[in-house]
């Protein structure tokens, strides 16, 4: 099965700096990969998503990484605004009729002003 | 437009006694979930449903039931509930797997005592 972890459980970070969350995954046939925000006391966000014929994609202040020969995946967040201060889960899925995602266990980001 | 709602958002049980997770969405999402989330774990599915009157176990199965009577709700229950199912559940729809607007509702902490 599918197993995801580099879990690094908190980051601190200056606002305005960026930020970079990672994640790596086990199994070389995901081939889908989905970041999530989530806020205290909130049900989880879609941040962005990244599909395996990719190894780059952006979106507003934030950009996902993926490098499918090392099984990683990274999240940077530009600019980094007190409202970013969140838990970032990453969350790897395959095709072929399955409806799992296995989650990370997430990384809590804190935004010092 | 509400999304995703949950109902109750907090919850308080004894030992044994049952009880019933109210999911709705109103997006005419064919596909919905179930998941609970343990403090420092990522999320995990229970069950999941690719349309009405169809239901499907995930990872952690054991001790819950489900029913998609009408598309635009699930339901989690819990037959005889115990303090390992002492976790936060949540609910999400998506039109389709892995499409990018998978939608979470805001969750519900159930307590076992």
């Known amino acids: 099965g599918e197993s995801v972890g580099l879990h690094l459980p908190t980051l601190s970070v200056q606002e305005g700096d960026n930020s970079i969350i990672n994640c790596a995954y086990s199994?070389?046939?995901?081939?889908?990969f989905i970041w999530y925000k989530q806020e205290s006391g909130k049900g989880p966000q879609f941040i962005i998503d990244?599909?395996?014929?990719?190894d780059k994609r952006q979106g507003q202040r934030v950009t996902v990484l993926l490098n499918k020969t090392v099984k990683h995946l990274s999240l940077q967040i530009a600019a980094t605004q007190p409202g970013d201060s969140a838990v970032y889960f990453c969350?790897?899925?395959?095709?072929?009729?399955?409806?799992?995602?296995?989650f990370g266990k997430g990384t809590k980001l804190s935004v010092i002003p | 437009n509400a999304g995703v709602t949950q109902t109750p958002k907090f919850r308080v049980l004894k030992t044994g006694q049952s009880m019933t997770l109210l999911c709705a969405q109103d997006?005419?999402?064919?596909?919905m979930y179930w998941y609970r989330q343990d403090p420092g774990m990522g999320l995990r599915l229970i069950h999941y449903?690719?349309?009405?009157?169809?239901?499907a176990k995930g990872e952690v199965p054991d001790g819950y039931n489900v029913s998609r009577l009408k598309k635009q709700n699930f339901l989690l229950g819990l037959e005889s509930a115990a303090p390992s199912q002492t976790s936060v559940y949540f609910c999400?729809?998506?039109?389709?797997?892995?499409?990018?607007?998978?939608?979470f509702g805001q969750g519900t902490r159930l307590t076992v005592v």
């Open positions: 990244i599909r395996s014929n990719m």
């Open positions: 999400a729809s998506n039109l389709r797997p892995w499409n990018t607007e998978a939608f």
């Open positions: 449903s690719v349309g009405e009157g169809t239901t």
């Open positions: 969350a790897v899925g395959s095709g072929a009729g399955s409806y799992q995602l296995t």
């Open positions: 199994n070389s046939a995901s081939d889908y």
């Open positions: 997006m005419n999402h064919e596909y």
